[in-house]
């Protein structure tokens, strides 16, 4: 066999070999250009839900203020009203206990002429009047 034709099947066998190659190459090249556009596109669907989660952080922000807000001014509002009913009870009560020593005055019996400190308390209050027209 001559040299030359030995020459040109080892070229041809290279060529084909380079050719097959090449056909791998570019299909994995192919798949890599298909994944970097799902890449590109996850990256951009990324992009947009870090974009609503900010939005939407910030809306909570605002509304966590407003709400703490409201609460406070409610809280203050209910301490206001704790401590007028507060002052509200305590007069209360101490129209209750001036309630109870007259009725309980008015049941002690004492040593006025009526039989009660009431009645003796009237007649030192008559007495007293008099006095003070018979001055005047």
């Known amino acids: 066999m001559p040299l030359g034709l030995m020459i040109e099947i080892a070229v041809a066998a290279l060529l084909a070999t380079t050719i097959g ?3 791998v190459l570019n299909g994995r090249i192919k798949n890599l ?3 970097r556009a799902a890449l590109q596109q996850m990256i951009a ?3 947009q839900a870090t974009t609503m989660a900010n939005g939407a ?5 605002e509304t ?3 709400a703490d807000e409201k609460l406070n001014t409610r809280l203050n509002e209910a301490e206001r009203f704790a401590i007028e009913l507060a002052n509200h009870v305590n007069a209360g009560q101490a129209v209750m206990d001036r309630i109870a ?5 008015a049941r002690v019996p004492g040593d006025g002429g009526d039989g009660s400190r009431a009645g003796s308390a009237l007649k ?3 007495d007293h009047q ?3 027209e018979h001055a005047a």
Do not use: M, S
Request: hydrophobic share 40%; proline share 0%.
């Open 101 to 105: 020593k007259i009725t309980q005055a």
């Open 21 to 23: 190659y090449c056909i």
């Open 57 to 61: 952080i910030k809306g909570l922000r």
């Open 124 to 126: 030192t209050l008559k």
């Open 130 to 132: 008099r006095r003070r």
């Open 45 to 47: 669907d990324l992009v």
């Open 64 to 66: 966590a203020v407003e």
């Open 33 to 35: 250009q298909a994944d």
